[in-house]
């Protein structure tokens, strides 16, 4: 019941633009911070992004001028738009909420560590 859904990634060249979108079940009332990460082959996982509710945006170095961060907190959404794309971002980008309220019923509940199963961005060059 409780889901991050991403949508939005694919097949991009070298300088275009993508934007990604990460969706919160309905079950989910609320949540603080969500942010993007990022799992290149071979690769850890690592920080592209994070928004708190108020919208203050972090971003990683290598990002910085290129990606931007936002969030509807009416549907409980966040995006990714990203431009100036380079071969080097080419990943599965993994959506993150730390912690959520959700409900089941009249009953709430607190999910932690939240994830969504991911969306390919490949950049050619």
């Known amino acids: 019941q409780v889901q991050l859904v991403e949508s939005g990634g694919g097949l991009v060249q070298a300088g275009g633009s993508l934007r990604l979108s990460c969706a919160a079940s309905?079950?989910?009332?609320?949540?603080?911070?969500m942010g993007w990460y990022r799992q290149a082959p071979g690769k850890q996982r690592e920080l592209v992004a994070t928004?708190?509710?108020?919208?203050?945006?972090n971003y990683a170095d290598s990002v910085k001028g290129r990606f931007t961060i936002s969030r509807d907190n009416a549907k409980n959404t966040v995006y990714l738009q990203m431009n100036s794309l380079k071969t080097e971002d080419t990943a599965v980008y993994y959506c993150?909420?730390?912690?959520?309220?959700?409900?089941?019923?009249?009953?709430?509940?607190?999910?932690?560590?939240?994830w969504g199963q991911g969306t390919q961005v490949t950049v050619s060059s």
């Open positions: 993150n909420a730390p912690v959520v309220i959700y409900r089941i019923g009249s009953v709430y509940f607190t999910g932690n560590d939240c």
């Open positions: 309905t079950s989910i009332v609320s949540i603080n911070d």
């Open positions: 928004i708190t509710s108020g919208g203050r945006a």
